[in-house]
């Protein structure tokens, strides 16, 4: 199994779309991230856990799932870096690599220490892109494939009829 460990606020300052949405709304920002992530998940089937900083978001510490990704939030005086390296190391297993994505230099060094591997926030930006685009593609083709009917027939009735198909009234 393949986790991505990733340092919530590193990502959203390293990110121009998430860093512009940061300035103007952080909630907003952290839940774009959140969505992204779900989004490699399903694409990748890795194991996506955010972290960010209790800094921002005073108080115990708070863990949640939301679209299959697990956001946490550390407690305070527990930067995102600390928590990361301890899940990097108690996650790391013979059947488990562990993927951190950072920017942070020297937290990129001690993870690397720890057996996992590293992600700038530039190549999961990069990796990303490319996710949309295949899911773009996945759907597009989807959406030109037309039922093929021998009889030919409206658009409207091919809506109805699709309708009935799904039990809707």
């Known amino acids: ?20 949405l940061k300035d103007r709304d952080l909630p907003a920002a952290r839940d774009r991230l959140v969505e992204k992530m779900a989004e490699y998940q399903a694409f990748s ?52 690599q562990v993927h951190v994505a950072t920017s942070d230099f020297t937290e990129q060094w001690q993870i690397f220490g720890q057996g996992a591997l590293r992600k700038s926030a530039r190549e999961l930006e990069i990796e990303m892109s490319s996710i ?13 494939k037309k039922p093929f009917y021998k009889i030919p027939i409206s658009e409207e009735m091919a809506e109805i009829f699709e309708k009935w198909r799904r039990g809707q009234k």
């Not at 300052?13 to 998430?18: D, S, V």
């Not at 407690?75 to 928590?83: I, L, P, T, V």
């Not at 949309?132 to 030109?144: H, L, P, R, T, Y």
Request: overall charge positive; charged content about 35%.
């Open 132 to 144: 949309e685009k295949g899911i773009e593609k996945k759907v597009k083709k989807i959406q030109e």
């Open 45 to 96: 089937g890795f194991r996506v856990i955010v972290v960010f900083d209790a800094h921002y978001v005073k108080g115990t510490e708070k863990k949640y799932k939301n679209h299959m990704v697990e956001v946490i939030f550390t407690k305070e005086n527990e930067s995102a870096d600390e928590r990361i390296e301890k899940m990097a190391i108690s996650l790391s297993n013979r059947r488990t």
């Open 1 to 20: 199994m393949d986790i991505l460990l990733v340092d919530g606020y590193n990502i959203i300052g390293a990110w121009p779309e998430l860093k512009a």
